[in-house]
Structures are given as structure tokens and as C-alpha cells.
């Protein structure tokens, strides 16, 4: 059972979250001074926002909390202004944000003050993306234009139950489009983590959902400028048995459990797009970012969904300078009229991108197949890849078997259809078989799957004296 946290004692949330003793408050007796709409009868102290400096593991960090209890935590010119100041002293000092956020949005009573207020907030999280690392916590309410400032951030945790997120409320819904939706259904935790993807982390309650910000914040640097922290070793988990019939599905989380550190898995958006897999792990006990196909759902394919939120993970992993590992065993493109009309070339081309711009070591491993343009994408060698090893019996290809031989050999077998069996093995040895691959260095290494984890650690260590800490490129949000 965790911690209970009061969102009516101000500071509670900040010190539940820090190390003992190490908030120091910037602007505690900041207040605004309008006048108009009885405001000058409303002014409490700090303006509902507790802004300074912390150290979290020993490491600073800029916090701010939105205090529900004033005003409802609503963001007027004043307490924008201390949000902004904490934003420049982050960027002067690289460190960290983290936002506890819990606010009924622009304060109406300050109008346009107000709306520049969040406009001065987004153009510093804009400033700062790929710079230092920012976290948005989600506690409360976080409605209209203050869902753009966590949208603009690195990672963003909501609490289940207490959090909504939406540009336009359930009252205005209802205006505008007769729809009766409740603020769970329209922009509550479970919605954003499986179906929007605005969410990468759920936490059941206030106390969880400061762990998983010190979880996240472990894997991550300071700043650009500094290389992810590291960690004591510890042993992998055994390696699990995958099936051999490239149709039975498997949990491709196993064999990252055969790999990492254990216990070091922490996965971000579980539940959207779960035909990929993401997530920060240790290996040696140094950080790493994990891409891996889901042959669970979808048969690991790749579409829309899954390309977007692999390349954002991608690309915060290279701008943080965390090495990537990338497991592969992916049919292709997901096929579809919807997957087209949708821009699955568009939004493909995002992963391709993120994964060919990534300047930070980078590992790879097929397990069981790796065909078309989705090998290529999966941090294949001619896209930069340090290092490319593959399991026997992967096939890797331009297509699968089957289609491959109704292709290529589709005269001889109109005229001697009992050919096909004996087509479909040669086809099998001579073109998918991963020493084919290897022969030409696309492959570097064909490998026991029981040699995985001490092999990408070697190639891991051997390439750390390649990282190079320094800025990048932002985390545009995708
Ligand atoms: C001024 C606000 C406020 C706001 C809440 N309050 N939101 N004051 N501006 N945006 C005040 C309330 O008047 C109330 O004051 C106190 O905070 C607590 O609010 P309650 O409604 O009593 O609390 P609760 O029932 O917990 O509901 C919280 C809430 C609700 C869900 C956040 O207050 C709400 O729906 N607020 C409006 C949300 C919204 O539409 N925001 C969008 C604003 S437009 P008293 O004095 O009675 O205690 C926007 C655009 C920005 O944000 C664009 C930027 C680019």
C-alpha cells in the first residue's frame, strides 16, 4: 500500500517526491494583482504553483506543483511567470523538469494574460526538448491549452482515476456535438494509455506516480551533456524457449528479459500500439532503450501506431544518449486500405528516419524473421546499425516464403503445381537463410540465442567510447 499524499497540503507532492530536505521554494509570496471580477478579494499566496530546485537521487531537478486547493490550480499571468522562471533556471543549470500538474486551465478571470502565460511555458518546453529531460505528472484536471505543454515533454505519467486530459471539456462536447461522454471517456488515464497514446505511464495513485518519475529519471542524463547514469550490474533472467513455427506467437517481453538486467524492464506505453514494444532497461547496469516487435498481437507487424511510438522513443534515446537494442521479428508493413489511406508511408518514414539520424550506439537482433521494408526499419546495418546479429533459422527476406515462390516461380507451377514444396525449401535455403544475409555483412554474427545477452553487452562496452555527450536534435512530438 503506498503512501497517501494530500493535494490540499501545497508542498506534499514536491517532498513526497525529492530527496529529504533538498526543495528549495522560488516565488512562495508571488500573487497576482488583478482587480477585476472580485479577484482582488482571491489572491492566494504562491498564485497555485510551488516552483524551485530539488535533488532527486542526488541529482538536481527543477520541480513545479499546481495546487488544486488555489484558484483550482488555474494558470493566470503570475503563476505562468514562476513556471517560466523555473523552465530558464533548468536550461541555465541542465537539469531536469518535472511538472505535477493538476489545473482547471488558462484562468478565465486573466484572459489574455493568461493564454500567453501557457504561451511562455511551450516555447521554453520547446527550448529545452532534446536539452534536458521533461516529465509531465498528471494528478488532476489538465484541461484546454495546458494539455499542449505535457504533449511538448519527454514523458508524461497520469494518475488513473484523478487525471483528464482534453483540449475541450464534456460541456463543450456536448455543445458542439451532442455527444454525452463522461471525463473518464474523453480523456481519462486508461483512454490516453491505450487508445490517444498522450500517456506513456499509468500510476494507480499520487505516490506510484512519483516512483515512476524517479524510475524514468534514473535512466535518463541531467542534460544532453552528460552520459545516463549508471547502476551496479546485475544477472539476466533465462533465456525462454521461442517456438520455431514463425506462425506461434510469443511475448517478445521474455526474451527481453533474457537480455536485460532483471528487473530493470521499465516499459512505456504498454498498452498503446502494443504490436511494438518499448521501454528503458540496464544492461551491465548501463541505460539502454529497448525496440523490440510483438509477435502477441498483430503478429508483430508494423503499422501506423507502432511507428509513431517506436520513433519517438527512438529519438528521446538519442538525444539522451541512451544506446538502443532493437529485437526483430516482424512480418512487414501491416497491409490495408486503412493503413494507406491513413499515411502509413508518412508515418512509416518517422521510424525510418529516427532510427537512420540515431547517433548513439545501436545493437540488433532478429529472432525469428525480419522481411521488406520492415527489416530495413528495424535499425537494419545499411541504416547505421553498430552491430546486426541474427538467431538460426531467422529468415530474413524481401517476403515470406510462400509469397515469394507464387511470385517468382508462377509459370512453373501453373504447369506443375506438385513443385511447390520443393520450391519453397530451396527458396527457404537460398534466400532467407541468415547466412545469405551474413555472407555480405547485413549480418554480422549468427548466434546462439542462449549467447544473446553476453554478446550485446560486449558490443555495448566495446561502443561506449563512442558516446559522445552534447545536443542532438529536440524530441519533436509525434
Ligand atoms: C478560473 C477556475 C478555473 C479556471 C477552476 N477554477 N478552473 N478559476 N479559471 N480555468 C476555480 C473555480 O471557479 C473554483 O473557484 C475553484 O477553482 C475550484 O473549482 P471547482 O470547479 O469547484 O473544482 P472541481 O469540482 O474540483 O472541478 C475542477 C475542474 C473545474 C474540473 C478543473 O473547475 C473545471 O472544469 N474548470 C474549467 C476547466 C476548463 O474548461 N478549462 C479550460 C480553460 S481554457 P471557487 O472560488 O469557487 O473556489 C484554456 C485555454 C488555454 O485553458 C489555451 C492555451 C493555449
Known sequence: MSEVIDPRDRLARITALVDLDSFSEYGSQARHRVTVFGMDRKRPVGDGVVTGTARIHGRPVEVFAQDPTALGGSLGEVHAAKIAAGLDRAAKVRCPVIGLLDSGGARIQEGVAALDGYGEIFYRNVALSGRVPQISVVLGPCAGGAVYSPALTDVVIMQRDRAHMFVTGPRVVRAVTFEDVSLADLGGADLHATTSGVAHLVADDAA???????????????????????????????????????????????????????????????????????????????????????????????????????????????????????????????????????????????????????????????????????????????????????????????????????????????????????????????????????????????????????????????LERSMRPGYRHDNLPQ
Open 208 to 462: 506510484h506516480a512519483l516512483d515512476l518519475t524517479r524510475r524514468v529519471l534514473d535512466h535518463l542524463p541531467s542534460s544532453c551533456h552528460e552520459l545516463p547514469p549508471g547502476e551496479p550490474a546485475r544477472a539476466a533472467g533465462d533465456m525462454p524457449h521461442v517456438p520455431g513455427d514463425h506462425r506461434e506467437p510469443y511475448d517478445v517481453r521474455t526474451v527481453i528479459g533474457g537480455i536485460v538486467d532483471s528487473g530493470s524492464f521499465l516499459e512505456l506505453h504498454k498498452q498503446f500500439a502494443p504490436n511494438v514494444v518499448v521501454g528503458f532497461a540496464r544492461i551491465e547496469g548501463r541505460s539502454v532503450g529497448v525496440v523490440a516487435n510483438q509477435p502477441l498481437v498483430l503478429a508483430g507487424c508494423l503499422d501506423i501506431e507502432a511507428s509513431e511510438k517506436a520513433a519517438r522513443f527512438v529519438r528521446l534515446c538519442d538525444a539522451f544518449g541512451v544506446p538502443l537494442v532493437t529485437l526483430v521479428d516482424v512480418p512487414g508493413f501491416l497491409p490495408g486500405t486503412g493503413q494507406e489511406a491513413s499515411g502509413i508511408i508518412r508515418k512509416g518514414a518517422k521510424l525510418l528516419y529516427a532510427f537512420a539520424e540515431a547517433t548513439v550506439p545501436r545493437v540488433t537482433v532478429i529472432l525469428r524473421k525480419a522481411f521488406g521494408g520492415a527489416y530495413i526499419v528495424m535499425n537494419s546495418k545499411s541504416l547505421g546499425a553498430d552491430a546486426v546479429y541474427s538467431w538460426p533459422g531467422a529468415e530474413i527476406a524481401v517476403m515470406g516464403a510462400e509469397g515469394a515462390v507464387d511470385v517468382i516461380y508462377r509459370r512453373e507451377l501453373a504447369g506443375e503445381p506438385t513443385l511447390r514444396d520443393e520450391l519453397l525449401t530451396r527458396y527457404r535455403a537460398e534466400a532467407m537463410d541468415p547466412s545469405v544475409p551474413a555472407e555480405r555483412l547485413s549480418v554480422d554474427e549468427v548466434i546462439d540465442p542462449g549467447q544473446t545477452r553476453s554478446r550485446v553487452a560486449a558490443t555495448l562496452r566495446a
